[in-house]
């Protein structure tokens, strides 16, 4: 009956075509220990990146290795793309979106040139952190297709 008063759920979405894998295997401790928050791994099998939750861009890093989102209900979400790859100076990424874009999980963010990082000697593992949560769900290693929904969180 008060459906409305129910607080809506934040749903999230692959990023990406590749393998869904815990943040803990990661080969980068800042992530697989859980320093920038928990959240999910892919290992991408495609270069497109799309949004992993419906809200708006609020923040598009100079070096286009990461975009900082936030969803409808204020979660903050940084979308990490690779591994060291700051150090490219953004060489390798194409970022579609501007700081205050509305998206959803149909929205192309970026575009990662994974033979480009192969090349360069980075991992291009994309990390998907919530930096404020402190529970999260597990996450099964398991294939995904960019834009699957994977989970809802509180």
Sequence with gaps: MFSFLKKKKTALFSPADGQLV???????????????????????????????????????????????LKTKDG???????????????GEGFEVFVDVDDKVQSDTLLARMDRAFLKEQEKIDTLMVLFPEEKEFPSVEEKAVNAKDELFELD
């Excluded at 991408?44 to 939750?53: N, R």
């Excluded at 979660?75 to 100076?89: A, M, S």
Aim: proline letters at 10%.
């Design 22 to 68: 815990p943040l803990s295997k990661v080969e980068d401790p800042v992530f697989s220990q859980g320093m920038m928050g928990p959240g999910i791994a892919v290992l991408p099998s495609s270069d497109d990146i799309y949004s992993p939750v419906e809200g708006t861009v609020s923040n598009v890093f100079p070096t286009k290795h990461a975009i900082g």
């Design 75 to 89: 979660k903050e979400v940084l979308l990490h793309f690779g591994i060291d790859t700051v150090e490219l100076k």
